[in-house]
């Protein structure tokens, strides 16, 4: 089937705006992650879910980012109030094993690139 | 914490010379798996190859093997006979059994083949 689709694929906002971004993992895959990858860095981890447990938040790096996966599928990544320090290549990852990247290789989107002017 | 350091942030190799990529991790946790992705243009991330830490064997894939030092927490990639396909940006990752199951990425090394 087809792989981690990720919307948009690139996205310019003022700063100030809110914006959405779309990860459709593969189906069936119970864990779902995060990434950003900023221009000359790796790639910083931002959040986990995995099937119905509660999302490890650790790596969002201020209150103004949140995310969503409903009915265990489809993931939402959110950032209120742009910055331009959160420009970036935002990165969507899934995995089949219910331990995540252990037991099997992680599979990621083209990622969404955000600039925020 | 786990970090990954991968200290070459760029790489050049001949056509279908040798090179290997540099990588070292730090961590306190014993039983960990290791990976090595490739990233091209395209920023699709590819799985290249991995490492589980209770291996001693060293990994290999094809054209791709790793020279895993568990002491040393070194995790080299070697790449034979390079192709131009191979040019991309490669992470190497870390992952440990705590039960966090996040992926610690390094910082990448970018790969440029010479025809």
């Known amino acids: 089937g087809a792989g981690v689709s990720q919307s948009p694929s690139n996205k310019v906002t003022e700063k100030g705006k809110d914006v959405e971004l779309r990860c459709d993992p593969i189906?069936?895959?119970?864990?779902l992650y995060w990434y950003r990858q900023s221009l000359g860095q790796g790639l910083e981890f931002l959040i986990y879910?995995?099937?119905?447990?509660?999302?490890?938040k650790s790596g969002l790096p201020s209150d103004r980012f949140s995310a969503e996966r409903t009915g265990g599928s489809v993931s939402t990544l959110t950032i209120q109030r742009t910055q331009q320090e959160d420009s970036a290549v935002y990165l969507c990852?899934?995995?089949?094993?219910?331990?995540?990247?252990?037991?099997?290789?992680?599979?990621f989107g083209n990622g969404t690139r955000l600039t925020v002017t | 914490a786990q970090t990954v350091t991968q200290s070459q942030p760029e790489m050049s190799v001949q056509e279908a010379e040798t090179v290997t990529l540099s990588c070292t991790y730090d961590?306190?946790?014993?039983?960990?798996?290791l990976f090595w992705y490739k990233q091209p243009p395209s920023r699709q991330m590819i799985l290249v190859i991995r490492?589980?830490?209770?291996?001693?064997q060293n990994a290999t894939e094809n054209r791709f093997s790793v020279n895993f030092q568990k002491a040393a927490k070194s995790f080299s990639l070697k790449i034979s006979d390079s192709q131009l396909g191979d040019a991309a940006m490669y992470f190497c990752?870390?992952?440990?059994?705590?039960?966090?199951?996040?992926?610690?990425f390094g910082t990448g090394t970018r790969l440029t083949v010479i025809p």
């Open positions: 990852a899934s995995s089949l094993d219910w331990q995540g990247a252990l037991n099997s290789p992680l599979h």
């Open positions: 189906s069936g895959h119970t864990a």
């Open positions: 879910f995995q099937g119905n447990s509660a999302p490890d």
């Open positions: 961590t306190s946790e014993s039983d960990y798996y």
């Open positions: 490492q589980e830490a209770y291996k001693q």
């Open positions: 990752a870390y992952i440990d059994l705590t039960g966090a199951n996040n992926l610690f």
